[in-house]
Nanobody
Framework: QVQLVESGGGLVQAGGSLRLSCAAS????????MGWYRQAPGQQRELVAA???????TYADSVKGRFTIARDNAKNTVDLQMNSLKPEDTAVYYC???????????????WGQGTQVTVSS
């Protein structure tokens, strides 16, 4: 099994910044794509940003130019730097990883427990 542990959420004023971090642990063999999703109350979970093992990135249009995703393959971590935050960025943010574990040698989609980000106006 692979566990994803997030940190860095909190309350910030509009225009401020936060950095989310996610670390994968457990019986990890290898990790393919990693990413951050978010879910606001009453809305579906949506992709915020993703990064391949080779470093290629994808961003939601709503965060382009404000958020930056980065990963450390050696440490199995992925970070999300969020700048110029807006009230509409308020949501629970989830770390995601496509990983293979020694427990079953199968590719699986893993999720963190989520971290709350609240942006006040």
């Amino acid at each position: 099994q692979v566990q994803l542990v997030e940190s860095g959420g909190g309350l910030v004023q509009a225009g401020g910044s936060l950095r989310l971090s996610c670390a994968a642990s457990g019986s990890v063999i290898t990790i393919n794509d990693m990413g951050w999703y978010r879910q606001a109350p009453g809305q579906q979970r949506e992709l915020v940003a993703a990064i391949t093992s080779g470093g290629s990135t994808t961003y939601a249009d709503s965060v382009k130019g404000r958020f930056t995703i980065a990963r450390d393959n050696a440490k199995n971590t992925v970070d999300l730097q969020m700048n110029s935050l807006k009230p509409e960025d308020t949501a629970v943010y989830y770390c995601n990883a496509q990983a293979k574990a020694y427990s079953d040698y199968r590719w699986r989609n893993y999720w963190g427990q989520g971290t709350q980000v609240t942006v006040s106006s």
